[in-house]
């Protein structure tokens, strides 16, 4: 009579050890991820001799305010210009090239066109291409247009975005009723009117997520306004505090100031940190398309 309890624990006993391994793994990869965060975060409360005679993973004395007020000062200020000039990339990048990504996917999705599979096939292909081996021929053809060392030449490369014309198609493709475009058109709406009013609404999450991943992507783009721009006025954050960095490393007369770095790289992240918290519920719906039909 004690047989059918042994034999219905040993599944459960093998269930739970199974769920222990992976909250492990889980907990070791959170750790992976987070460590550089609380290094960061730990680093931007010491100064300049702290961070280099203390306990790396731990706190010393509290210099966080100095810090920030050495960091919007220095240089008269240029941090909050480079701060302002990776809003304006992030955010005219991000806007334009989600519009562009939006207006492809659905016609990728929901129009008939000569080429349509072929053009598709091609947008495949793009995504495989690395952004960085592109940087150097679009160089060339801001050179021939006179947009080098000027805001165009990191915004305009950024408006095209492969993968969000593919994440959108596929969208447009499983989220917008055939059936809703056909009664719209024999309402008598154009074909951007049924674009605008009929299928944009019906995108609106998978919008989001390409806006978010594309302005972040353009927040953290480092190569590309390295090889445009040699105007400092004009640097975004990645390529300004590497400037900052180089100075320190190499010296040129002034003073080291780590600190200042390091608490520059933490605030850069601030405003990505917030824009995931505030638009989390869209994108994560945008990243579940096609999940359900």
Same mark, same amino acid.
């Given at each position: 009579?004690?047989?059918?309890?042994?034999? $219905?624990?040993?599944?459960?006993?093998?269930?739970?050890?199974?769920?222990?391994?992976?909250?492990?793994?889980?907990?070791?990869?959170?750790?992976?991820?987070?460590?550089?965060?609380?290094?960061?975060?730990?680093?931007?409360?010491?100064?300049?001799?702290?961070?280099?005679?203390?306990?790396?993973?731990?706190?010393?004395? #509290?210099?966080?305010?100095?810090?920030?007020?050495?960091?919007?000062?220095?240089?008269?200020?240029?941090?909050?210009?480079?701060?302002?000039?990776?809003?304006?990339?992030?955010?005219?990048?991000?806007?334009?090239?989600?519009?562009?990504?939006?207006?492809?996917?659905? $016609?990728?999705?929901?129009?008939?066109?000569?080429?349509?599979?072929?053009?598709?096939?091609?947008?495949? =292909?793009?995504?495989?291409?690395?952004?960085?081996?592109?940087?150097?021929?679009?160089?060339?053809?801001?050179?021939?247009?006179?947009?080098?060392?000027?805001?165009?030449?990191?915004?305009?490369?950024?408006?095209?975005?492969?993968?969000?014309?593919?994440?959108?198609?596929?969208?447009?493709?499983?989220?917008?009723?055939?059936?809703?475009?056909?009664?719209?058109?024999?309402?008598?709406?154009?074909?951007?009117?049924?674009?605008?009013?009929?299928?944009?609404?019906?995108?609106?999450?998978?919008?989001?997520?390409?806006?978010?991943?594309?302005?972040?992507?353009?927040?953290?783009?480092?190569?590309?306004?390295?090889?445009?721009?040699?105007?400092?006025?004009?640097?975004?954050?990645?390529?300004?505090?590497?400037?900052?960095?180089?100075?320190?490393?190499? =010296?040129?007369?002034?003073?080291?100031?780590?600190?200042?770095?390091?608490? =520059?790289?933490?605030?850069?992240?601030?405003?990505?940190?917030?824009?995931?918290?505030? #638009?989390?519920?869209?994108?994560?719906? =945008?990243?579940?398309?096609?999940?359900?039909?």
């Amino acid at each position: 009579m004690s047989l059918p309890p042994a034999t $219905a624990a040993a599944p459960v006993a093998r269930i739970s050890r199974g769920a222990v391994g992976t909250h492990l793994v889980m907990a070791l990869f959170v750790a992976y991820f987070l460590l550089p965060f609380w290094w960061l975060l730990v680093a931007a409360t010491k100064d300049n001799d702290g961070l280099f005679g203390s306990e790396p993973l731990w706190f010393a004395d #509290l210099h966080l305010v100095d810090n920030l007020r050495l960091l919007f000062t220095q240089d008269d200020g240029l941090y909050l210009r480079w701060m302002g000039n990776s809003a304006l990339y992030a955010v005219a990048s991000g806007v334009g090239a989600t519009a562009i990504a939006a207006l492809a996917g659905y $016609a990728f999705a929901k129009l008939r066109f000569p080429g349509r599979n072929a053009l598709f096939a091609l947008l495949l =292909g793009l995504i495989m291409v690395p952004a960085t081996a592109l940087v150097l021929p679009t160089y060339l053809l801001m050179a021939e247009a006179g947009l080098v060392d000027s805001v165009w030449a990191v915004i305009l490369p950024s408006l095209l975005n492969p993968f969000g014309v593919y994440l959108l198609r596929v969208y447009a493709h499983d989220s917008v009723p055939d059936e809703m475009l056909e009664a719209a058109r024999i309402d008598g709406a154009g074909e951007f009117r049924v674009f605008r009013s009929v299928a944009l609404p019906a995108m609106r999450p998978a919008l989001v997520t390409v806006l978010l991943f594309t302005m972040v992507a353009s927040w953290n783009n480092f190569f590309l306004p390295l090889v445009m721009l040699s105007d400092q006025s004009l640097y975004p954050l990645t390529v300004g505090l590497r400037s900052w960095y180089l100075s320190a490393t190499i =010296g040129n007369g002034g003073p080291a100031l780590f600190n200042v770095i390091v608490v =520059g790289s933490l605030v850069a992240i601030v405003p990505l940190i917030a824009a995931f918290l505030l #638009l989390q519920r869209y994108w994560r719906g =945008g990243l579940t398309i096609g999940a359900l039909r």
